[in-house]
């Protein structure tokens, strides 16, 4: 499907291809458009999790991910290549290396459809994962634990095995948010990522809008349970 700039990522405009891979999208209006492909096994090289964030603005869409539609209408064509996405499979240990079931696990550049959950053995499989040369599977369990493998490759359409997530027990952070003149700044939200944001990465911002929120009371403070 296609999102326009500005416009309501929740009502994209939707085709599904036929035979030749061909699909054809109309009622389109001028404007700039980001192009988000779903085929089973599949993914986007260089589209990021949050892509919706890009839609503020042309320039931060990926050029390969792109439609332009110009003022004078006609038709607009794009060719677009996907790449076969690697099978990630592992296993979530506590820290006296049994098993975790139910562990909710997460990997670097997959595109999962739903939410992946390790089974009674630990065990968790991540399809459609993309290509990169450094990839970390996370997992947060029962009773804020927490935890991230080793990094590993990952190659176009090859199975990586036995990842393994060790889960520990997770920080606490609190703190407050107040005006120059020191009162509580009351419906303010703050966000957390791990890292250090450079003005000179855009992707690093992106991350940061994106992720979770946690609300600051009314005497300006908050509380983030689990890091």
Known sequence: YVSQQWGDSGQPWKSTTDKEGVAKVGGLVPGN????LKAPGYVQ??????FTNLLQSPDAM??????????EGGVAKGEYKLTRGAVVTGRVWDQNKQPVAGARVTVQGSRAEFPVFSDADGKFKMDAVAP???CVADASGPNNT???SEPFVVRP????ENIEVKLTACGRVTGSVRTPDG?????????????????????GFQEFQSADKFPVTADGRFEIPAV
Do not use: C
């Not at 458009?33 to 988000?36: E, G, R, S």
């Not at 090289?45 to 949050?50: A, Q, R, T």
């Not at 990926?62 to 003022?71: D, E, S, T, V």
């Open 33 to 36: 458009y980001l192009v988000i």
């Open 157 to 160: 359409g090859q199975a990586v």
């Open 62 to 71: 990926p050029a390969q991910w792109r439609l332009n539609l110009g003022g």
């Open 183 to 203: 009162k509580p700044s009351v419906g303010a939200m703050v966000r957390f990522v791990m890292g250090k944001l450079d003005k000179d990465n855009p992707w």
């Open 132 to 134: 990169t040369n450094r």
């Open 146 to 148: 927490h935890g991230a």
């Open 45 to 50: 090289e260089g589209m990021p999790p949050g």
